[in-house]
């Protein structure tokens, strides 16, 4: 296969370039872009009113602690376990599921610290893949881009069950449970545990139980992918509905957090995978082929994210401040949503507007088209998914009206089909 | 109560199968069937131990006052603590006055990492008249220190080198051998280590170089082989580096002791600048974990060296996507640290001389228990112990002598005889020779040798854990 062609020839002469990541690239055109008046609504990354990152007081406030902890010699930078952090996953899995949740109690649960949503997803991917064989993952549609990528990896298929209906911008509830009830058993089916990425549809709460009854029957296998708890509603435990839902099935699941959003930790990729098992000893030989599979992509995972948050989680008065200042985030958002939706009743922005309030999180699917996207950007230098995705996070009260009145000319020129 | 607290141990340690099962999957007699029955977990295998694992274990669980761990693959004082360097805590404060005057945050980092942490690091490994650098064919990208390192290469051998196996050293670090199967890469050893001498074994492994088919893989520690300590002279590494050019193979250099071995930063990175000169492609992985104190940072980088500036841009552009779909971009804060210290002068400077600080008292260890050895007239040629270089040393002891060492003296080592010189201190040195002379004399080892002649395989039945790394986890 390899000739002596290759003594002189690259061995990467026939590497593609590949595309650059759709999300990521907003950001990257973005920060290219020179206008004075641009508007970063891409990557999803909450700011403040004056479009500044935040980083939480009690965060800054845990990393003091932490330096003079090291300071003291009380810890250092040795090796992590592989499983992580256990005062932080342990605290951050009780976070989700609460102080009465059964599995918990039964020490039913399989938890490792990750690396934030991505490596909690991957590692997922990888327990089914080896563990799982023949089973299907299916993900809502649409879904957060790099789903669709992950699961591959690691041989798994991927499927789409109905989810959005751009018809009302909201949840096509009976398409879903049809999709669901289609589904072989034993397949996987990943929810978001709220703030749906990047629709903003959640099911209701009476939904979500009828979601979970379908799922429990056809003996379906869900995968909760959790990145908005607090920040979705302004409530930890409102937004930890379905995944304590879920957990007191009495079924097995999966159950992926990260604290990049909530915690405002992002680069710093802290994030907690659970695995809950029909008992405590399965979930005991699962944790020791987890650390394999960890071991072979990066040892073990970094310290000072997980230090921070569980600093927080495990002191009751950091705890309370820190859901406070979620609150503030969530706040904010829901805030933004009101003013945008406000000014685009006041310019008359042909369409229907309500999904701008009624859809949940950090994102909102305006229902823009591709080609109007385009109009936003390159005319008003306002910055996107093409999928017409906003990140309500990038605004403020004055460039909601800007974001309007820019969205009413591209919708006024290239109006929908 | 005895016969049930012994059944129940029977069940935890050999789970029953679907067919026969005492209490696993019986449905309660008196309601519904649990719909946890049956877990879809089941068939899953308690993975082995840790070897490593357990000489920690075994080590925390000994009381005895003159307990000595040397299978520890981190730097310890002399005092046998941690040490969290000074350059590094005063980066850390600079963060975070940083942080506080808005200059950062902690937002997402690019795909590929922190530009002005690799690119430094880069130079710092291959200097700064590095041919492919300065005609911009090296691609380098941040990483989770060198296991994340080489599970990138691994993705790239695996995409882009289809067909091609990795030829790793015998013996190895562990995980070597367990990283790269999981990107579909097969792994081969070639000859590296000779017991009898407790040396290299050149000539093998110059033959095994001129077997590999070409566009093969191989695996060179850049400095401070782990775990045996041996490395090629610079004339040897001439040797090899012919070979594999010749050959057109393909290296992927493993740098995790760079200043370390021997305290000179350039000095040990001979290799790596001798082999980017060679105008061939390769692999480079390099962590900070040991030299810089950051291990449970996760702070690495992965560099290709490509044919040209263009392959090189496209390849990071397929590499960004094997870590968007592993862990989206790497951890900020090591990267960040090693930032700081790499680019101020200052700094730099003053790092180096930690660095050179703990190379020495490892090197200091070396000569002393080579001296104790020698004091106590311990049968056997101990050279080896003051030739090999880095954290490690191949003691050449059988697991026979080995477990005299642990139960006699407390003295805790993994089974293939590799102790680390990190762990010891002056005052443990005679204690240790003088041990070592007393397992020898009461299990000689075999005819081949002096002491390393029995050396098993360190291979062996594949723990995948062997290796220093998880040294102290709990």
């Given at each position: ?68 902890q090291q300071?003291a010699g009380k810890i250092n930078k040795e090796y992590l376990p592989i499983d992580g952090v256990p ?201 020791s082929?987890?650390k394999?599979?960890i071991r072979?992509?990066?040892s073990s995972p970094?310290g ?114 | ?46 993975a082995p131990p840790d070897a490593i694992l357990g000489v920690t274990q075994a080590f925390r669980a000994s009381t005895s006052p003159d307990k000595l761990n040397l299978g520890v693959g981190a730097y310890r004082s002399e005092e046998g603590t941690p040490w969290v360097l000074?350059?590094v ?56 220190s060198g296991t ?23 013996p190895t670090w562990g995980n ?22 407790c ?22 520690h850049?400095?401070a082989h782990n775990p045996t300590g041996v ?25 995790a002791y760079?200043?370390f071995a021997?305290g ?23 962590s900070f974990a040991k030299n810089m104190g950051l291990y449970g940072e996760r ?55 930690e660095v050179?600080v703990m190379a020495d008292r490892i090197i200091k260890m070396r000569k002393l228990l080579f001296q104790a050895l020698?004091d106590n007239?311990c049968?056997g040629?101990w050279?080896h112990v003051v030739?090999q270089i880095g954290m490690f040393t191949f003691t050449g002891l059988n697991p026979e002598q080995v477990e005299i060492l642990t139960k006699k003296y407390q003295i805790f080592l993994t089974k293939d005889g590799r102790i680390s010189m990190a762990g010891l201190s002056e005052s443990k040195c005679k204690y240790l020779a003088d041990a070592m002379k007393d397992a020898i004399?009461t299990v ?7 002491p390393g002649?029995s050396l098993p395989?360190a291979n062996g039945p594949a723990s995948p854990l062997e290796g220093s790394l998880f040294a102290d986890v709990a």
């Open positions: 296969f390899f000739s002596t062609r290759s003594r002189t020839m690259s061995t990467f002469a026939a590497v593609q370039q590949a595309p650059v990541d759709a999300i990521l690239g907003v950001t990257i055109a973005f920060q290219k872009c020179t206008a004075e008046n641009k508007l970063n609504l891409g990557v999803g990354a909450y700011r403040d009113e004056n479009g500044k990152p935040w980083v939480l007081p009690t965060v800054k406030a845990a990393e003091q602690d932490l330096f003079a300071e005062d932080f996953y342990n605290s951050a899995v009780k976070l989700m599921l609460g102080d009465d949740c059964t599995p918990l109690k039964e020490g039913r649960n399989c938890t490792v610290q990750c690396l934030s949503g991505t490596g909690g997803l991957r590692l997922g991917a990888a327990i089914m893949g080896r563990y799982m064989k023949g089973a299907d993952i299916y993900i809502p549609s649409p879904t957060w881009g790099n789903h669709k990528a992950i699961f591959p990896q690691e041989g798994v298929t991927v499927k789409e069950y109905t989810y959005y209906d751009p018809a009302t911008c909201g949840l096509n509830f009976d398409g879903m449970i049809k999709d669901l009830q289609a589904m072989p058993a034993k397949s996987v089916v990943l929810l978001h545990a709220c703030a749906h990425n990047p629709t903003g549809v959640d099911p209701t709460e009476e939904q979500w139980k009828e979601i979970a009854k379908v799922i429990k029957e056809k003996q379906l296998f869900p995968m909760l992918d959790s990145a908005y708890q607090g920040f979705a509603s302004g409530d930890f435990d409102k937004d930890a509905f379905a995944c304590r839902h879920f957990a007191e099935l009495g079924i097995e699941m999966m159950l992926i957090q990260s604290f990049a959003k909530n915690m405002g930790l992002y680069g710093e990729r802290c994030g907690a995978f659970t695995v809950i098992c029909a008992d405590a000893e399965t979930a005991n030989r699962l944790k082929q987890l394999i599979i072979t992509t990066y970094p000072y994210g997980a230090r921070i948050c569980s600093t927080i989680l495990n002191d009751p008065a950091r705890l309370s401040a820190w859901k406070a200042e979620v609150k503030s985030m969530a706040d904010r958002i829901i805030q933004m949503r009101k003013d945008l939706y406000d000014a685009l009743k006041a310019n008359g922005c042909p369409g229907t507007w309500e999904h701008v309030v009624n859809q949940i999180g950090m994102f909102t699917f305006t229902g823009m088209k591709p080609q109007q996207v385009s109009i936003l950007t390159d005319k008003f230098n306002v910055f996107l998914t093409k999928d017409g995705r906003i990140s309500m996070a990038g605004l403020n009260t004055a460039k909601c009206k800007y974001l309007a009145d820019a969205m009413k000319a591209a919708i006024t020129e290239s109006p929908d089909a | 109560k005895y016969l049930a607290d012994a059944m129940k141990d029977a069940i935890l340690t050999v789970p029953s199968t679907k067919t026969s099962s005492p209490g696993s999957s019986l449905p309660d007699a008196n309601g519904p069937a649990s719909p946890l029955e049956g877990s879809l977990f089941a068939d899953v295998a308690m000074p350059t805590k005063a980066a850390e404060a600079k963060l975070l006055e940083m942080q506080e005057a808005g200059k950062i945050n902690k937002e997402y980092l690019p795909i590929d990492g922190i530009p002005e942490f690799y690119n430094a690091a880069l130079k710092l490994m291959l200097g700064d008249n590095c041919t492919p650098v300065k005609e911009g064919r090296a691609c380098s990208v941040q990483c989770l994340g390192g080489l599970r990138l290469a691994a993705a790239c051998i695996g995409a882009f080198q289809k067909g091609a196996t990795i030829y790793v050293p015998n070597h051998n367990n990283i790269f199967p999981k990107e579909g890469v097969p792994v081969q050893k070639y000859t590296y280590y000779k017991p009898e001498t040396g290299l074994d050149f000539e093998g492994m110059c033959a095994d170089l001129n077997k590999m088919p070409s566009g093969s893989v191989v695996l060179l850049a400095c490395d090629p002279t610079e004339e040897q590494w001439k040797e090899i580096a012919k070979i594999v050019k010749e050959r057109g193979l393909v290296p992927l250099i493993d740098s760079q200043g021997s000179d930063f350039d000095k040990d990175a001979w290799a790596c600048r001798y082999f980017a000169e060679l105008g061939i492609e390769l692999y480079l992985v390099q702070t690495g980088l992965m560099t290709v060296i490509c044919k040209d500036e263009d392959n090189a841009n496209r390849l990071r552009s397929q590499i960004k996507p094997f870590i968007r779909t592993m862990y989206s971009s790497p951890p900020a804060h090591g990267a960040r640290i090693a930032e700081l210290i790499l680019n101020d002068p200052e700094q730099l400077s003053a790092w180096k001389k050179k020698k007239g049968p040629n050279d030739n004399l000689p080892s075999t005819k081949t040798s002096s002649s395989d």
